[in-house]
């Protein structure tokens, strides 16, 4: 009898295949790779179950290429995770399976070797530091030193030493240093002793810990520079203490530097790393690290949340309302409500925490099932920030900056202190406009403008990459009256150079932190004390720790109200909150400059006079009248493709099949996408909604089998996303 193995490939087909087992082939188990015949390619793919038999005939069966792992890859807790997401999502499982792991463990190679790559100090680079001729102060200087004292793992050296690999290699070519791998475990130095924790944060620890060994989700909710950090690391201090591993998650790459030094600081060990930003070999080191026990932290962005964890303690996520944590193509899963899902299969608790909770995590504590965590006031001598709307309307204004918010950054500077410039908008301008005939620079496969950067010479399209130089002269009339409009943070870094020449200027966004480099670079500076206006978008409004930082100014505020998202809002609210509280967090008093021209309206209101829990409270309440989520439930059936008319009628035939099956379900469409074409495709959509959750899930699966074996499906791209928190 043959041996039959179930296997998922990663192929956007909605079943699992059968293979047949070599008579002298190993038997995997689930959860493991294996190399598989799919057509005329062979694929990795991860085996689901073992049967005693299969609807395919033994003839047709195809034999399992190679098996890949000794022993499963992915564990039987992380499979089971991995199965009710494709469920939920309602995504293909192969797919789902190639997505919880490291793009360097996809492809079927040799699995890295244990430990993490370090550098030492070899004994002629101990001669050669005591030699007369050896410079100090230098970043080569710097790195002798910290290996001097011990063998340092590249991770730290990120750390300790921004920009050391240049220093590395010259030292390299001088026989000075050489490469090893050092196996997981605290690090030389001790452990950075904790602060006293207040009454607010010690009944938050208490709680924590009080959950220890059975799933238990809560809700820190605290506002700006409460502590919310001291928190985490007291918790995970506890679990590591006894030897059970924490995986924490943050939005962004930009917070992983000061949040990863924080932590190892603090813990006294080295923490494993997992973000897009690292190669392929260091995302595939830190997982498997996890995966075997060695990484007892874990820090990561949204894919992070697929690490194994054989000795589960706590699971963080922080800055939990963040909408980076959705991921918006492919499987859209959301990181924070998969990291829910895990703590509950792993028996842990789990700890939300923000300052501004998202509405679907404050709808979870009001229906008892998380339990909430509240930090109120701010940590040490630190206070609020205090929050000034300025009126633009009939205003003059420089680059965007009133002149009294300008006079207001000079009194700063004066002062030796710091200033944050807030623009959610990179780039130069988001225009490029023709003063003689109106012509304007827009995209030619996207119904946008072209936004330009001065700095490259480009003019680039935000949403399909599509990019060309700046035209000498207007395509349209051949005038030179070529004139950028608005304002992006690349233009009012340069405003404020000229306005402020003496005091250094930093701009924090995409395009200055791409590589790794100058992520080094702009992160090194951020520490740095004495007078400075640092220019950003929302990098700068998640987490970061600025101590000299003591006024902010928003800019832009008008386009967020201006918003027919039914979340805007919220996110506005979030924002402004958010970056609000970058200020005034050490001894000096914070202050927050909000430019617009709409000072009466009512989000502004209610941020002012009752912060964000006044804010939440009014949206709850509209969200709940109009059946919007939290309190429903909503898909959304994206199609895209070159002619509208293939787009329409699919979309048609998908809200007919959810009428003839759908109880229970409204379907609303076909409606334009808020942006109708994108990188060249029309693009249309179809809104489902349901009042619950599992009415949601009964219609989805039969809905979306119909809609499959439609023939019109074929003519178009399609796609289905769950719990949607953009609506384009």
């Known amino acids: 009898m043959p041996r039959i193995v179930r296997v998922a490939v990663p192929v ?4 699992l295949f059968d293979y047949r087992l070599a008579s002298d082939m190993a038997e995997p188990g689930p959860g493991s790779r294996v190399r598989v015949p799919f057509g005329r390619r062979q694929l990795t793919g991860i085996v689901v179950e073992i049967a005693d038999n299969s609807a395919v005939a033994d003839a047709k069966l195809q034999e399992v290429s190679a098996l890949l792992d000794q022993r499963p890859l992915l564990t039987e807790e992380l499979m089971q995770t991995l199965s009710w997401a494709a469920r939920y999502y309602q995504h293909a499982l192969g797919e789902v399976c190639e997505a919880g792991l490291p793009t360097g463990l996809r492809s079927g190679r040799e699995l890295p070797e244990s430990g993490v790559p370090a550098l030492e100090l070899t004994a002629s680079g101990r001669h050669g530091r005591e030699q007369p001729g050896h410079r100090r102060g230098t970043r080569i200087d710097a790195l002798l030193s910290l290996l001097a004292e011990s063998a340092q793992s590249t991770a730290m050296l990120d750390l300790e030493i921004p920009g050391w690999r240049a220093a590395a290699r010259t030292l390299r070519e001088r026989g000075w240093v050489s490469e090893l791998r050092l196996t997981r475990q605290p690090a030389g130095r001790a452990a950075v002793a904790a602060p006293l924790l207040n009454p607010e944060q010690k009944q938050a620890v208490d709680a924590i810990l009080g959950s220890q060994g059975r799933f238990s989700p809560f809700l820190l909710d605290g506002v700006t520079g409460s502590g919310k950090t001291e928190v985490y690391l007291a918790a995970i201090r506890e679990a590591i203490r006894h030897g059970r591993q924490a995986l924490v998650l943050v939005p962004e790459i930009a917070l992983t530097p000061q949040t990863m030094r924080r932590f190892r600081e603090r813990l006294g060990m080295d923490i494993a790393i997992l973000h897009s930003g690292l190669s392929e070999r260091e995302r595939s080191q830190a997982w498997l690290d996890a995966a075997r026990g060695e990484a007892r932290v874990v820090l990561g962005t949204r894919s992070a949340v697929f690490v194994p964890l054989p000795a589960p303690g706590l699971i963080v996520v922080d800055e939990e309302h963040d909408t980076s944590y959705k991921q918006q193509d492919g499987f859209r899963y959301h990181a924070r409500d998969l990291a829910v899902v895990r703590a509950r299969a792993l028996g842990i608790p789990i700890v939300l925490g923000s300052a501004t909770p ?20 701010r940590a040490g001598v630190a206070r609020p920030p205090s929050l000034q709307i300025m009126d633009l309307r009939n205003k003059r204004l420089e680059e965007g900056l009133a002149i009294n918010t300008l006079d207001a950054i000079a009194r700063c500077i004066a002062r030796n202190e710091q200033v944050l410039v807030f623009r959610n908008r990179r780039g130069y301008a988001p225009v490029l406009f023709c003063r003689s005939c109106g012509w304007s620079a827009q995209c030619a496969r996207c119904d946008r403008p072209l936004t330009v950067h001065r700095g490259a010479a480009r003019l680039r399209c935000h949403h399909c990459g599509a990019e ?5 002269a207007c395509p349209e009339c051949a005038g030179i009256a070529l004139a950028p409009q608005g304002q992006g943070t690349e233009r009012i870094e340069e405003a404020l150079k000229q306005r402020f020449p003496d005091v250094p200027v930093l701009r924090v966004d995409r395009d200055s932190t791409r590589s790794r480099a100058g992520r080094d670079a702009v992160f090194e500076q951020l520490d740095v004390e004495g007078p400075r ?13 600025l101590p000299n930082l003591t006024l902010v100014v928003v800019t832009g505020v008008d386009e967020g109200l201006r918003s027919v998202d039914f979340r805007a809002s919220e996110r506005l609210g979030q924002l402004i909150v958010q970056v609000s509280g970058r200020a005034g967090r050490a001894e000096r008093p914070g202050s927050v400059i909000l430019q617009t021209h709409h000072p009466d309206h009512p989000l502004l209101l209610a941020l002012i006079r009752g912060g964000y829990p006044a804010l939440v409270s009014n949206l709850k309440d509209e969200r709940r009248a109009a059946g919007l989520p939290p309190f429903a439930q909503m898909a959304l059936l994206r199609a895209e493709s070159k002619s509208l ?22 379907a609303h469409g076909p409606l334009p996408a808020p942006m109708p074409r994108r990188a060249g495709f029309q693009r249309s959509q179809v809104l489902i909604e349901a009042s619950t959750r599992s009415a949601m899930q009964a219609f989805l699966p039969d809905w979306l089998e119909a809609i499959r074996t439609w023939p019109g499906a074929r003519r178009v791209r399609w796609s289905i996303d769950v719990d949607p928190v953009e609506m384009g």
Do not use: W
């Not at 956007?12 to 079943?15: A, D, M, V």
């Not at 787009?647 to 409204?666: N, P, Q, R, W």
């Open 358 to 377: 998202s509405l679907e995590s404050l709808a979870n504590v009001d229906a008892g099932r998380y339990r909430p965590l509240r930090l109120s006031q």
């Open 468 to 472: 060309s130089r700046i035209p000498s």
């Open 645 to 666: 008319v293939d787009a329409t009628a699919f979309l048609t035939e998908a809200v007919a099949l959810a009428k003839s099956t759908g109880k229970g379900i409204m």
């Open 12 to 15: 956007p087909l909605h079943r």
């Open 533 to 545: 206006i640092l220019v950003g978008t929302q990098m700068l409004a998640k987490g970061h720790d």
